[in-house]
């Protein structure tokens, strides 16, 4: 059709993204790092504010924010879901002293915009307690979703599809994601339909009307083919998904042999009693391991695939030395960048794998 950009495809897999997740706006964008530059846009995120995220993600979170002209405020993750810590982010902002019109002001002078919660490695992060906060406070929440298309959310109200429990979804079609386009690729999902529009501007230079601009926005726009890629690809991804959760499982009974799950930590699964199937989506299978780097060269020994998803948490990146964070700010998140593994999850890996994988890792330690 020579349709490169944007046009019937891209709207088809918008489409589909809002019947997938029930969401009832869906705009694609050039990737899940700029879903998330776009949605701060929208809200006109920009100097002399803040919004808060968790210093254990990838570097695009924390990053989409600064470029912004906000300050990314950190606050520390759990230490079993390594998502960010509602009884942390409850602390920090019951410290901020609040403008005349209620709004948290951090102890930067910072107005605080929005919450921005990660739903790590396909687990979602503790929906309804951050949601209890963002009303209390007036703050609207981005999901960053870019690991979790998929994932499942057990809240009280329901079950709820990552990406679609808060104000707006972020997702990415990076090939290493869950649904992995052909190239790079983003959606943002929303509820509100004059944001959708906002952001619908703003994804091609800000204007409503060809050559007529009220906003200034960037070039944010989706392939035409990697939506055609995309399109084919989400009917399976549930059965994708499905593949990575019977691996997970197969590591698991692996690992209690020899009592191995006693030495390192295995993913921790809090929503497993919920009944939904894609309760986690296994977007990276992480475990905990003591002597990790030692372990590393085991594995690589033996080429046996491997990846630390994050070994320098965000606070202590050398481009944020300005915000002023230290070592030891947040303890969780650090112990957690010395210890965490990544192992080979992807749905087409074989029990015997799995089991290769298991026993290399068994013999380093027993
Ligand atoms: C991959 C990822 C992003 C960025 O997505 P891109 O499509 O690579 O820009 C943002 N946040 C998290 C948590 C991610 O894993």
Redesign the pocket.
Do not use: E, I, P
């Given at each position: 059709s020579q349709q490169f950009i944007m046009g019937p495809k891209v709207e088809a897999f918008e489409k589909a993204v809002c019947d997938y997740t029930g969401s009832p706006h869906a705009i694609g964008v050039s990737?899940?790092?700029?879903a998330?530059l776009i949605v701060l846009m929208a809200l006109g995120i920009g100097p002399g504010d803040a919004v808060i995220t968790t210093p254990f993600?990838?570097f695009?979170?924390a990053g989409s924010i600064a470029r912004t002209g906000a300050v990314p405020v950190f606050v520390d993750i759990d230490e079993r879901t390594y998502n960010i810590s509602p009884a942390a982010l409850r602390r920090y902002l019951e410290g901020c002293r609040l403008t005349p019109e209620g709004r948290p002001v951090s102890p930067g002078g910072q107005v605080i915009r929005a919450l921005m919660p990660?739903h790590?490695f396909g687990l979602c992060a503790e929906m309804d307690e951050i949601a209890a906060i963002a009303k209390e406070y007036k703050l609207p929440v981005i999901e960053?979703a870019?690991?979790a298309l998929g994932a499942v959310y057990p809240s009280k109200t329901g079950p709820k599809q990552a990406g679609a429990i808060g104000d707006f979804g972020?997702y990415?079609?990076?090939p290493s994601?869950n649904l992995g386009a052909f190239g790079?690729?983003?959606m943002v999902v929303c509820r509100d339909a004059a944001m959708a529009d906002t952001i619908r501007a703003l994804r091609n230079h800000g204007g409503e009307r060809r050559y007529y601009h009220r906003m200034i926005g960037g070039n944010f726009r989706l392939d035409a083919l990697q939506a055609a890629v995309l399109n084919l690809k989400l009917p399976h991804l549930d059965s994708w998904s499905a593949g990575r959760q019977r691996n997970a499982a197969l590591y698991r009974k692996e690992f209690a042999n020899g009592g191995v799950d006693q030495i390192v930590t295995l993913p921790h699964e809090p929503y497993a009693g919920s009944g939904m199937q894609n309760h986690h989506t296994f977007n990276q299978f992480c475990i905990r391991a003591p002597r990790r780097d030692e372990l590393i060269k085991v594995l690589e020994a033996k080429q046996i695939g491997h990846a630390i998803y994050y070994p320098l948490p965000l606070h202590l990146q050398e481009c944020f030395a300005y915000l002023g964070y230290r070592q030891g700010d947040f303890p969780v998140a650090e112990r957690a960048a010395t210890e965490i593994l990544a192992l080979p999850i992807y749905p087409e890996l074989t029990p015997d794998q799995i089991a290769e994988v298991a026993a290399a890792i068994r013999d380093f330690y027993c």
């Open positions: 990737s899940g790092t700029d998330l993600t990838f695009g979170t990660v790590l960053d870019a690991q972020c990415s079609f990076f994601k790079d690729g983003g």
